[in-house]
């Protein structure tokens, strides 16, 4: 049974840091590329940063070296450090296997002005 479970969300206020964690179980983690997207009430969900099996990391534009992601084969599971953060920041955060098309459920991130 494939799961993806992210945690780590919460308020912050701006100029904070946040990290969330995505643990993945049921497939194989080490050749996933995984993801972190966001959302917001009536806008589309947006790429915030992948990282390929390989290590090859991609960032949305909006991230402009606040974040970073990493992974961790050995734990299956994988990080998204936040920091700087903004009150646009503010949404829900999904975790994906993206080859397999997988999300789990979502955690929220506040960013308080």
């Known amino acids: 049974q494939v799961r993806v479970v992210e945690s780590g969300g919460g308020l912050v206020q701006a100029g904070g840091s946040l990290r969330l964690s995505c643990a993945a179980s049921g497939f194989i983690f080490s050749i996933e590329t995984m993801g972190w997207y966001r959302q917001t009430p009536g806008k589309q969900r947006e790429l915030v940063a992948t990282?390929?099996?390989?290590?090859?990391?991609n960032y949305g534009d909006f991230v402009k070296g606040r974040f970073t992601i990493s992974r961790d084969n050995a734990k299956n599971t994988v990080t998204l450090q936040m920091n700087s953060l903004k009150p646009e920041d503010t949404a829900v955060y999904y975790c994906e296997a993206v080859l397999i098309g997988y999300w789990g459920q979502g955690t929220q991130v506040t960013v308080s002005s």
């Open positions: 990282i390929t099996s390989g290590g090859i990391t």
